[in-house]
């Protein structure tokens, strides 16, 4: 039995985590401190050597495929450079994350999430999780790919001007445009995925042709408790791919062969994993892997996560050749819409969120259309 709905119990009145106050503190409010056994330990991760993959050559190369195939069935993250993304725009989208996160609260909080919604400002997660707070500030931006056409930023710089006001206009170009180019990224991923897993290139990439993703800009203040706080706690991404750009600061890392390893920043690569909804779809060839952010005492640190999500309703179901007598379906059909509200209403994303959401449909009947195996 899964205790779904405990992880939402009613909070106590909810704390306020204003990192300007809350980050020079001696001491930090219990909410914040995570149980031994989840709490990283002073001893440096070592490195989990990921493959830097080099994209030059274009999706269809066969190295690249190998590459990309050896790195999911290990642990589903690899790093790829020369992927054709502007420097100047990851360059922008860092400054005005930087210069989003320095307002002051009340000015971050005229864009705050709603209880249930998965976009806007959250700091800390205050008032939705009781217990094991993430040290972090959170700006989630949703980019529908089959807008861009209509407003050439999936809808984003119009989201932000009507949270923030017409002076955010820029920034939302800004991230329009980087998650325009995220969204192009993530298709000759899954060229690469389709043609790794024996499915064809074409397959993933029209699945995703129209995306309907989320843009996080991850904020996470120094922390003088560094080794009994987690800026984002232990988790798999529900998502179905995840392109990350962090800033030169390292904390992001993965847990492979039962241990915690780091993966270091590389100036101008981009850290690719695959998450939930991909491996229902690759019928649990390919793993979402466990991996978490710790935080320093020394310095803030800002990552860039675009989440690639299929449109709401489309059921996600696994290619034929990926299912058969020796590989029976390993999860049920579902819409990314029931899963993306299993997150944000029932259940808080960690390392069994597939399983619980599995066992959640069948109970609670969220049957999606029938199977036409
Ligand atoms: C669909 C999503 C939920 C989360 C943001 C995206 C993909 C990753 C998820 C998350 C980061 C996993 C760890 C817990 C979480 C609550 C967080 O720390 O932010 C998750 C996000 C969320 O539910 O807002
Ligand atoms: O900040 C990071 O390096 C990782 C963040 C993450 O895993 C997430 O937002 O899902
Ligand atoms: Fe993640």
């Excluded at 219990?30 to 031994?36: M, R």
């Excluded at 800004?174 to 991923?189: H, K, P």
């Excluded at 696994?318 to 379906?329: K, M, Q, T, Y």
């Amino acid at each position: 039995m899964v205790e779904v709905e405990a992880a939402h119990q009613q909070p106590p009145p909810a704390l306020v985590f204003d990192a300007a106050r809350l980050s020079g503190q001696a001491d930090i409010p219990q909410q914040f401190l995570w149980p031994a056994d989840e709490s990283p330990t002073p001893d440096a991760a070592e490195e989990l050597p990921v493959p830097l993959i080099d994209l030059s050559g274009g999706a269809a190369d066969a190295e690249v495929v190998r590459q990309v195939g050896e790195a999911c069935q290990l642990h589903g993250f690899f790093q790829v450079v020369n992927h054709g993304i502007d420097p100047a725009l990851l360059a922008e989208a860092h400054r005005f994350t930087d210069a989003f996160f320095t307002l002051p609260l009340a000015e971050k909080q005229r864009a705050q999430r709603r209880q249930g919604e998965s976009c806007g400002y959250a700091s800390s997660f205050t008032g939705r999780f009781a217990s094991k707070l993430p040290w972090k500030e959170t700006l989630s931006l949703r980019y529908c790919s089959a807008s861009a056409s209509a407003a050439a930023d999936g809808g984003v710089a119009a989201y932000l001007v009507e949270k923030l006001g017409e002076e955010y206009r820029r920034h939302g170009e800004v991230y329009g445009r980087y998650c325009s180019e995220m969204s192009r990224l993530s298709l000759e991923i899954m060229e690469v995925l389709g043609a790794s897993l024996g499915v064809g290139r074409a397959h993933f990439r029209r699945f995703f042709e129209g995306n309907d993703s989320i843009m996080r800009l991850n904020y996470y203040p120094p922390c003088q408790r560094p080794y009994e706080t987690l800026g984002t706690g232990p988790h798999c991404d529900p998502t179905s791919l995840t392109i990350l750009h962090q800033d030169d600061v390292g904390g992001l890392q993965v847990c492979a062969a039962g241990r915690w390893r780091s993966i270091r920043p590389h100036a101008g690569a981009l850290v690719v994993n695959i998450g939930d909804t991909f491996m229902a779809l690759s019928n649990g060839r390919y793993r979402s892997c466990l991996h978490r952010a710790v935080v320093n005492s020394r310095v803030a640190r800002r990552s860039l996560a675009f989440f690639l999500c299929p449109e709401m309703d489309k059921v996600v179901r696994p290619p034929g050749e990926l299912v058969d007598a020796r590989n029976p379906r390993a999860y049920p059909d579902f819409t990314w819409r029931a899963l993306l509200d299993f997150t944000m209403r029932h259940y808080r994303a960690d390392m069994r969120t597939l399983e619980a959401f599995s066992s959640w449909i069948v109970r609670h009947g969220h049957h999606a259309p029938p199977l036409n195996l």
